[in-house]
């Protein structure tokens, strides 16, 4: 995200970094991952929902989002989180990125 303000008569932007955010609700989940794009180096998708149902993560108990990645987007806005961690009971939805990064997916079973 961004915030404009005027310097003179120009219109300035600055970016503003994203909060952590961890969201437990499985319909608030599914609403945060439509709003998702990721672009850049490595994985990309123009809707992260859509690659999690893909994976099979239909109902998903636990999302944790962290970090700043500048070709991440939220509404299509950039710089968006840089890191997504998406739990449905045993499975474990890792994707990393972030700055100059390559951006990375790993699906794991916990015990």
Known sequence: MRLAFFVGLSLEFIPIAMN???VQNPDEILNVLADISLRGKGFTTESLLDY???EGFTEPI???ASG???SAFYKGRPNAWAIYQVREWKRVLTISGGPDQERRVRITETP
Do not use: G, K, S
């Open 20 to 22: 952590p955010i961890t």
């Open 68 to 70: 700043e990645d500048p």
């Open 62 to 64: 636990f999302l944790n």
């Open 52 to 54: 999690v149902l893909e």
